[in-house]
């Protein structure tokens, strides 16, 4: 922490939140470990955090600059810069009051290059971060995510109900299989390791927590456990509560995508951006995305049957 906010001339980034807490929400649920190294890519359309382990999973958050009262850019190209993730939460949540949407101001970068952050609500007293950065370490790995098919193989399930399910298959453990068939329409999680247990969601018999399905042939992947339950473990308890669905795709060569809506609007308090079926517009909601490798065996049995 520090006392006093020295600023550089011209830094590439200055922008403002008014929901330090919706953010802290969506960084949390890419944190699936204590300690954790995070790129953060600036660009003249937000801000994006990419976090990834092993070449096998990776997880990227993209704040969208309509999300910020205020995003001035000036940098040329798209600066990157690493940063301990568990710190730049840890320091994002003493902005955050309980009940309360904090406002803050980020700025990149600082005299030594840090990342700042400075309240600026109070008139009476400002609050100050510095976050020390470092170059990253290696390029993200490309993961590469396209479609399996002209038909998108894809389902989006309520949340709550994918969390619960992903965490009862800790029990068998190892690995899961993922199998999407057509007829009758439906998802299988299946864990084999200590021992079996499956779960099945039903197209036509789980309408309220099947939201979409579709697909045209029947496929079947197989996924490290620890790997496929870091994409839920972590999910907003706003997310659980509002039981937004969560969206999973299989791409080419079984690539697994969830993707997760968390958000950043000021709770409690009406929005613009919110109609009054409590519907809210793309502009403040962050989207985060996980990106799961799937395990092939030498035989090749994780190809699409």
């Given at each position: 922490m520090s006392s006093?906010?020295?600023?550089?001339?011209?830094?590439?980034?200055?922008?403002?939140?008014?929901n330090v807490q919706g953010v802290v929400?969506?960084?949390?649920?890419?944190?699936?470990?204590?300690?954790?190294?995070?790129?953060?890519?600036?660009?003249?359309?937000?801000?994006?955090?990419?976090?990834?382990?092993?070449?096998?999973?990776?997880?990227?958050?993209?704040?969208?600059?309509?999300?910020?009262?205020?995003y001035e850019y000036s940098a040329e190209g798209r600066p990157r810069f690493g940063v301990s993730l568990g710190l730049f939460v840890d320091c994002l949540n003493t902005f955050s009051v309980q009940g309360h949407s904090s406002a803050i101001e980020i700025r990149y970068p600082g005299p030594d290059m840090q990342l700042l952050l400075k309240s600026v609500e109070s008139s009476d007293s400002c609050?100050?971060?510095?976050?020390?950065?470092?170059?990253?370490?290696?390029?993200?790995?490309?993961?590469?995510?396209?479609?399996?098919?002209?038909?998108?193989?894809?389902?989006t399930v309520k949340s709550a109900a994918l969390k619960e399910a992903i965490d009862d298959l800790e029990w068998p453990g190892s690995s899961i299989y993922l199998i999407l068939q057509p007829s009758p329409p439906s998802v299988t999680f299946r864990g084999e390791g200590h021992g079996d247990l499956q779960i099945d969601f039903m197209c036509h018999a789980n309408t309220d927590l099947l939201v979409a399905f579709h697909c045209d042939r029947q496929v079947s992947h197989r996924y490290k456990y620890k790997f496929l339950r870091a994409t839920t473990s972590n999910i907003p308890s706003s997310v659980i509560?509002?039981?937004?669905?969560?969206?999973?795709?299989?791409?080419?060569?079984?690539?697994?995508?969830?993707?997760?809506?968390?958000?950043?609007?000021?709770?409690?308090?009406?929005?613009?951006?919110?109609?009054?079926?409590?519907?809210?517009?793309?502009?403040?909601?962050?989207?985060?995305?996980?990106?799961?490798?799937?395990?092939?065996?030498?035989?090749?049995?994780?190809?699409?049957?």
């Amino acid at each position: 922490m520090s006392s006093s906010g020295i600023e550089p001339e011209s830094p590439d980034l200055v922008c403002q939140l008014d929901n330090v807490q919706g953010v802290v929400d969506a960084l949390t649920s890419v944190r699936w470990k204590k300690q954790q190294h995070a790129v953060l890519e600036l660009s003249e359309h937000g801000i994006v955090l990419i976090v990834e382990e092993t070449a096998c999973l990776q997880a990227k958050v993209y704040l969208q600059r309509e999300l910020f009262v205020k995003y001035e850019y000036s940098a040329e190209g798209r600066p990157r810069f690493g940063v301990s993730l568990g710190l730049f939460v840890d320091c994002l949540n003493t902005f955050s009051v309980q009940g309360h949407s904090s406002a803050i101001e980020i700025r990149y970068p600082g005299p030594d290059m840090q990342l700042l952050l400075k309240s600026v609500e109070s008139s009476d007293s400002c609050t100050y971060a510095e976050i020390r950065t470092r170059i990253p370490d290696t390029i993200s790995w490309d993961y590469n995510f396209e479609p399996a098919g002209s038909t998108p193989l894809s389902f989006t399930v309520k949340s709550a109900a994918l969390k619960e399910a992903i965490d009862d298959l800790e029990w068998p453990g190892s690995s899961i299989y993922l199998i999407l068939q057509p007829s009758p329409p439906s998802v299988t999680f299946r864990g084999e390791g200590h021992g079996d247990l499956q779960i099945d969601f039903m197209c036509h018999a789980n309408t309220d927590l099947l939201v979409a399905f579709h697909c045209d042939r029947q496929v079947s992947h197989r996924y490290k456990y620890k790997f496929l339950r870091a994409t839920t473990s972590n999910i907003p308890s706003s997310v659980i509560r509002d039981n937004r669905g969560s969206k999973l795709t299989i791409g080419r060569g079984g690539m697994l995508k969830v993707q997760h809506l968390v958000s950043v609007a000021k709770p409690a308090i009406p929005h613009p951006h919110v109609d009054s079926s409590g519907y809210q517009q793309p502009s403040r909601i962050a989207y985060i995305e996980f990106f799961v490798k799937p395990e092939v065996d030498d035989d090749d049995n994780a190809n699409d049957t």
